[in-house]
């Protein structure tokens, strides 16, 4: 059994989380940090590179992290450097949140049946194996168990237009994600994906006609209203907290419910 009289604030008091995917303040895993650092986690936070460097220092000064470390997902040398200071200051990890994606603009914009090999190749490589190379990285680290999660879209599931080569890849990262939780849930790991409504962030921009994908959103979805960031950092702490510690192998939609619609 676990201890339901946590206090509010408290449900990931001691956790130590690393968040990978903060770019400003309008990110998803932003929102996620936000969220876990108010119910108490300790949290260790990435960048993507120097630019970006001064968008998220500040954030990361914000949410009192104990560690800002750089991570380009291709460089194994700083995945590397990440995961040692982890073990070096803190001995464990308790949760990771992935919140990546990219592709290259002409294979995005173009039908999925003219997406060039590479295109192809560096979409699924940092969108989705770049979760499996964390995965395996964190492994070692959660010794009393933990809780790996991304971040995937209906796209993945349905055709959205627009959505394009970003559909095939999320669908491999779900499918990756099935496959973790059942080979990492033996030592208490559990994965999940989280799959938000459209919301105005800076990759969400990347595609084509995205203003009528908010729209749709708005008119489709049974709250009729957009989510927020702090919407999908709610959601995701919870699934790291206690009270999710049976739940594994999810796609977690917060999206208003437009998933439901026909």
Same mark, same amino acid.
């Given at each position: =059994?676990? &201890?339901?009289?946590?206090?509010?604030?408290? %449900?990931?008091?001691? #956790? #130590?989380?690393?968040?990978?995917?903060?770019?400003?303040? @309008? /990110?998803?895993?932003?929102?996620?940090?936000?969220?876990?650092?108010?119910?108490?986690? &300790?949290?260790?936070?990435?960048?993507? @590179?120097?630019?970006?460097?001064?968008?998220?220092?500040?954030?990361?000064?914000?949410?009192?992290?104990? =560690? *800002?470390?750089?991570?380009?997902?291709?460089?194994?040398?700083?995945?590397?450097?990440?995961? %040692?200071?982890?073990?070096?200051?803190?001995?464990?990890?308790?949760?990771?949140?992935?919140?990546? %994606?990219?592709?290259? #603009?002409? &294979?995005?914009?173009?039908?999925?049946?003219?997406?060039?090999?590479?295109?192809?190749?560096?979409? =699924?490589?940092?969108?989705?194996?770049?979760?499996?190379?964390?995965?395996?990285?964190?492994?070692?680290?959660?010794?009393?168990?933990?809780?790996?999660?991304?971040?995937?879209?209906?796209? %993945?599931?349905?055709?959205?237009? @627009?959505?394009?080569? =970003?559909?095939?890849?999320?669908?491999?990262?779900?499918?990756?994600?099935?496959? *973790?939780?059942?080979?990492?849930?033996?030592?208490?790991?559990?994965?999940?994906?989280? /799959?938000?409504?459209?919301? #105005?962030?800076?990759? +969400?921009?990347? *595609?084509?006609?995205?203003?009528?994908?908010? &729209?749709?959103?708005?008119?489709? +979805?049974?709250?009729?209203?957009?989510?927020?960031?702090?919407?999908?950092?709610?959601?995701?702490?919870?699934?790291?907290?206690?009270?999710?510690?049976?739940?594994?192998?999810?796609?977690?939609?917060?999206?208003?419910?437009? @998933?439901?619609?026909?």
């Amino acid at each position: =059994m676990f &201890d339901l009289s946590l206090p509010p604030g408290a %449900a990931l008091a001691g #956790k #130590k989380g690393l968040i990978v995917g903060i770019a400003n303040e @309008n /990110s998803i895993a932003y929102g996620c940090a936000r969220a876990c650092r108010a119910l108490g986690a &300790d949290l260790a936070v990435t960048y993507l @590179n120097e630019k970006a460097h001064g968008y998220v220092a500040p954030l990361a000064a914000e949410l009192g992290a104990a =560690m *800002l470390q750089p991570l380009d997902v291709r460089d194994a040398a700083q995945q590397q450097a990440v995961f %040692a200071r982890i073990a070096a200051e803190w001995g464990r990890l308790d949760f990771l949140i992935h919140s990546i %994606a990219f592709a290259p #603009k002409e &294979d995005l914009h173009g039908r999925v049946v003219d997406s060039s090999a590479d295109g192809f190749l560096a979409a =699924m490589d940092i969108s989705c194996h770049s979760f499996i190379r964390l995965a395996r990285a964190a492994e070692p680290l959660m010794t009393e168990g933990g809780t790996l999660i991304t971040m995937t879209y209906h796209g %993945a599931r349905k055709v959205i237009p @627009n959505y394009n080569l =970003m559909g095939p890849v999320k669908a491999a990262l779900e499918s990756s994600v099935r496959y *973790l939780s059942h080979e990492l849930g033996p030592k208490g790991i559990r994965v999940h994906a989280v /799959s938000p409504g459209p919301l #105005k962030t800076r990759a +969400a921009s990347g *595609l084509k006609g995205f203003d009528r994908l908010l &729209d749709e959103a708005i008119l489709r +979805a049974p709250s009729h209203s957009l989510v927020d960031i702090d919407d999908v950092g709610a959601a995701t702490a919870y699934l790291c907290t206690p009270f999710a510690r049976l739940l594994t192998g999810n796609v977690v939609y917060v999206d208003g419910g437009f @998933n439901v619609m026909g």
